[in-house]
């Protein structure tokens, strides 16, 4: 800013706006009064004098030295009225001027907020702060901030009539950032130099992806995949976790300022749970997932399987039980053992059911009651005999050839058959209906056998007699 030289006053006839200065010889209330280095004499009210004073009182006295700025020249009466003002809002822009060529901070307050900005008020001066130089979180707060104390940086000084003054918080809001990340990177790296693999923490939910979560500890945050916050497969994270909420976590893998995190790892397995709650001689039902060789895999949730061995269908050891399931479908059977160490679970499904052979004793040649349960066209048919299943072949059924079997019998039928081999072990009972007709035609007709013998040996001896005769002759 070009400064205004001081007249010689001695010389130059005085006139509005020259600069001048006077010693004051008188003090008032509300004006003082000087002599001029002309000695003229000039005048100052107290609202000219620095426009924050209200009386000369204590303020002012005489002897003091004054400069100031020539505001009017009155002939008539003859006197000159001065101000300070003019210099000092000079003094001031010159204080604001140097405060920008030295880049340092100024303490301003909010004047007025409006949609672009702030407008502040310093030394009397008026200064413009964009939104897009202040701080974000001023901003989201910019309704609260009128009135308020504001240190800003000058960035634009341009001086005249009305001076442009341009401020920023960039430079505030930057270092505080940098200072604040500085001091979380020390905070984290203390924290992190904390935490060992094997931890287990507490910490909140504080990011939800489709695949993952990130857990906040206090300085510090873990990656939680969908895979491991469960033993069953999650479809939607969302549903199972929540921003905010606290979990136990245990860390599996850290890698520099990188944490891997478990929850699955502190839950108990759906196999520990369910050993927990099924014990030896439990009933429980299963859906076949595979068919082996030698046995069906059951499965009663996700990752709890068992084995169903083939001896353990039935007590029927020539039940092919397997040939009567399909994929899918549900089985019942009994819980023999769980093995917790090797996962296994063994599975019996005879052990519901009864064994008809237990007491129930057969001898070959032995008759016995039975009763037709099921016809196999041109093969034979089944029957009950004490409880137990047998089976009569279509050559046992009848004395005679039998061309259909449904002309001789029927379901329900009861009649009584000749045990002709049994084998308990095997569940193998084989009968026949015809040994027992035989022998009832046998005993029928035995009377007259005898009596046929009788004669058949008389006429013997009769010819034999003859015949002896014969050849003597």
Known sequence: ????????????????????????????????YLTLENHEEARMFVEFYDGVITSFIGAVKEGDRVKAVIKKINDEPSFILLSRIPLLKEEKLAEIELAYKENKPIVTKVAKVDEKGL???????????????LDRELVEAKDTLKGQNLEVYLIEVKAGKRPRLIASRKQIFEEKRQQELEARQQARKEEIDTIKTGDVLTGKVEKLDDHAATIRFNHVAGLLRISQIS?????????????????????????????DLSRKVLLPTPFEVFAENHKKGSTVSGAVVQKLPFGLILEFEDGVRGLLHASEYSWNPNDNFANFVKIGDQVESAILTVDTKKKKISLSRKSLLDNPWK????????????????????????????????????????VE??????DLFAVGDELVARVIEVQPKEWHLKLSVKQVTEENIRSEYEPYLKEQEEVTTTLGDLFGSVLKDSKKK
């Not at 008759?367 to 349960?373: E, I, N, Q, S």
């Open 231 to 259: 033993h069953q497969r999650i479809e939607n994270i969302h549903e199972v976790l929540s921003v905010g909420q606290e979990i136990e976590v245990k860390i599996i893998k850290k890698e520099g300022m990188r944490l």
């Open 1 to 32: 800013m070009e400064e205004l030289q001081m007249k010689d006053v001695n010389l130059v006839q005085l006139k509005v706006n020259d600069r001048v200065e006077g010693e004051v010889f008188k003090v008032e209330d509300k004006l003082i």
């Open 119 to 133: 407008h502040l008020k310093y030394l009397g001066y008026d200064i413009f702060l964009p939104f897009g130089l």
């Open 401 to 406: 050839r039998v061309h259909k079997i449904e």
């Open 359 to 398: 007491n129930v004793s057969f001898k070959k040649g032995e008759d016995t009651p039975v009763k037709v349960t099921e016809i196999i066209t041109d093969k034979g048919m089944l029957v009950d005999a004490k409880g137990v299943s047998g089976f009569i072949p279509v050559s046992e059924l009848s």
